[in-house]
C-alpha cells in the first residue's frame, strides 16, 4: 500500500507524520511554527529522510492554518493568504513543497483537514453533512456538505459570526482583531484568560467560566445548526479538554433551539450529536494524510481520463 506524508500545518506547532492511517504511523516529528522557509524545509527534510530510509512517498496533504486558498483553478491554490502571522501573508506553502518533493499535494483549512480525517477514520464515519470545529488560541470550523468538504468564495470561517453578547453580565470585549466581540473573541482560549485573569486550564471544573463559555459556543452552534443542518458536530482542540463542557453545551444548545427542532438528534441522543473528535487531537495530523490520499486519487482520476 503507498505511503502518504502528512502536514498539520498549526500557528504555533507543525506536526509532520508518514503512514497510511490511524493505525499505520510510521514516523512523526513536531516543531514550534517559524518562519514559513525554515518550517516547509523542516518538513521537507523530515519527509526526504524517511524515503530515503524505505518506500517512497505517493503524496503529501497540507491541513494549514489560514486564511488559505483551497481553490485549484486559482493562481495562488496553495498559498496561506492573508494572515498577519508575520512572514507567513502569501506564502506558496503546497507549491513548495510538490516542487521539493515532486508529489501531488493536496491542500486544505486545518479544520477541513480534521474534518476528513474524522469522516475517514473518525466521528463522522458514515456521515455526509457535518461540521468539525476546534476551540484552542482561536476558533476554526470546518466540514462537509452533502459528502464534499465545504469551500466556496474561500472557506468557512465560523469562529468569526457575531453573536448576542450582554454587556452587563460579561463586560469583556472579546479579543478578536477585527472584530472584537465574535465567536472567537468571547469564546476561544485567550478569551478565558482575559475574562477571568487566568489560562482555562487553571480554572477549577466548577468555575462560572464554564457555563458562560458553554452560552457562547451554543450560540455559535445553534446557527451553525440552523444553516447547515450538520447530522454531527464535532469539537476539538485544547478548550475543549475541558470535558465537563460537553454536557452544558448540550443542555444550552437544547435551551436555545427551544424545541423548535423536533428530532431525536436533538431532544433524545444529543450526547451522540454533539461530541469529542473520535481521533482525539490526531484528527489534524491523520486528516492530512487523508488529503494527501485523495490528491493522488485526483491526480490518477485525472490521468486516466488523459490517457
Ligand atoms: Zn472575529
Redesign the pocket.
Known amino acids: 500500500m503507498a505511503l502518504f506524508g502528512g502536514i498539520e500545518a498549526g500557528g504555533t506547532k507543525f506536526v509532520c507524520a508518514v503512514g497510511t492511517g490511524p493505525d499505520d504511523i510510521r514516523a512523526e516529528i513536531r516543531f514550534p511554527t517559524g518562519p514559513p522557509q525554515e518550517s516547509i524545509q523542516q518538513a521537507v527534510a523530515f519527509f526526504q529522510e524517511q524515503q530515503a530510509q524505505g518506500e517512497p512517498l505517493a503524496a503529501v496533504g497540507i491541513a494549514s492554518f489560514g486564511p488559505v486558498d483551497p481553490n485549484p483553478d486559482s493562481p495562488t491554490f496553495g498559498y496561506v493568504t492573508t494572515t498577519p502571522k508575520p512572514g507567513w501573508a502569501f506564502t506558496d506553502f503546497a507549491g513548495a513543497v510538490s516542487r521539493a518533493l515532486d508529489l501531488p499535494v493536496g491542500f486544505d483549512t486545518d479544520v477541513n483537514g480534521a474534518a476528513l480525517g474524522e469522516h475517514r477514520w473518525g466521528a463522522a464515519q458514515g456521515l455526509d453533512t457535518f461540521i468539525y470545529l476546534t476551540i484552542g488560541t482561536g476558533l476554526g470550523g470546518g466540514g462537509m456538505v452533502n459528502g464534499r468538504l465545504i469551500h466556496g468564495l474561500m472557506h468557512p470561517e465560523m ?2 459570526i457575531r453573536i448576542p453578547h450582554d454587556w452587563g453580565k460579561d463586560p469583556y470585549p472579546g479579543f ?1 482583531i ?2 472584537g466581540d ?1 465567536l ?2 468571547l469564546s476561544a482560549g485567550p478569551a478565558l484568560e482575559g475574562r477571568w485573569g487566568q489560562r482555562g486550564e487553571t480554572l477549577p471544573p466548577d468555575h462560572p467560566a464554564w457555563p458562560l463559555e458553554a452560552h457562547y459556543l451554543a450560540l455559535g452552534l445553534v446557527n451553525f445548526i440552523c444553516t447547515l443542518s450538520p447530522q454531527r458536530i464535532i469539537m476539538g482542540g485544547g478548550v475543549m479538554e475541558q470535558r465537563q463542557l460537553f454536557p452544558l453545551i448540550r443542555a444550552r444548545v437544547q435551551a436555545l433551539l427551544n424545541n423548535y427542532l423536533q428530532l431525536p438528534a436533538i431532544l433524545e441522543r444529543i450526547d451522540e450529536y454533539i461530541v469529542p473528535p473520535g481521533l482525539g487531537s490526531r484528527a489534524g495530523v491523520l486528516g492530512a494524510i487523508a488529503l494527501a490520499q485523495d490528491a493522488l486519487a485526483r491526480q490518477q482520476g485525472a490521468q486516466g481520463e488523459g490517457g
Open positions: 469562529g468569526h478578536c477585527y472584530h465574535c472567537e473573541g
